[in-house]
């Protein structure tokens, strides 16, 4: 693993936190520029897209994470809770279940898919 200790990663985190989301973006790019298959930098690059409003980019970055990490469930809850902000409830269900699947007591997957499948 270690990809943690990327500066660009770690910058862009930080960037991410205090709001200042273009230039985290740079700083995830970078990262990207340097290391295409980081699944962190797509995560994170995904994340910021969401909280911008570009979602398809948005979904774009974290299905590409989660292909990069399919045993991440961090990752794959962050598409479904995004697929689930855009009404892509069956997407979003999907994940859930698989996230459930790999992560049976996973709080945030449970709490979501039970509130997925409520009748309305």
């Known amino acids: 693993m270690g990809s943690h200790d990327n500066p660009h990663l770690e910058r862009g985190i930080a ?3 205090e709001g200042r ?6 700083e995830f790019k970078l990262l990207l520029s340097e290391d295409p298959n980081s699944s962190d930098g797509h995560h994170q690059l995904g994340l910021v897209y969401g909280f911008i409003g570009l979602f398809d ?10 292909t990069l990490a399919p045993t991440r469930v961090d990752m794959r809850n962050d598409l479904a809770l995004t697929y689930s902000m855009l009404g892509m409830y ?3 269900k999907q994940e859930f279940e698989e996230v459930l ?4 007591s996973n709080k945030r997957a449970l709490e ?8 309305s």
Do not use: Q
Not at 57 to 66: C, I, Q, W, Y
Not at 112 to 119: D, K, W
């Open 15 to 17: 960037f991410k936190i």
């Open 21 to 26: 989301y273009e230039e985290a973006i740079t």
């Open 57 to 66: 980019e948005s979904l774009e970055e974290l299905r590409h994470a989660v």
């Open 90 to 92: 069956d997407e979003a």
């Open 101 to 104: 699947r790999r992560d049976p």
């Open 112 to 119: 979501s898919i039970a509130f997925l499948t409520e009748p």
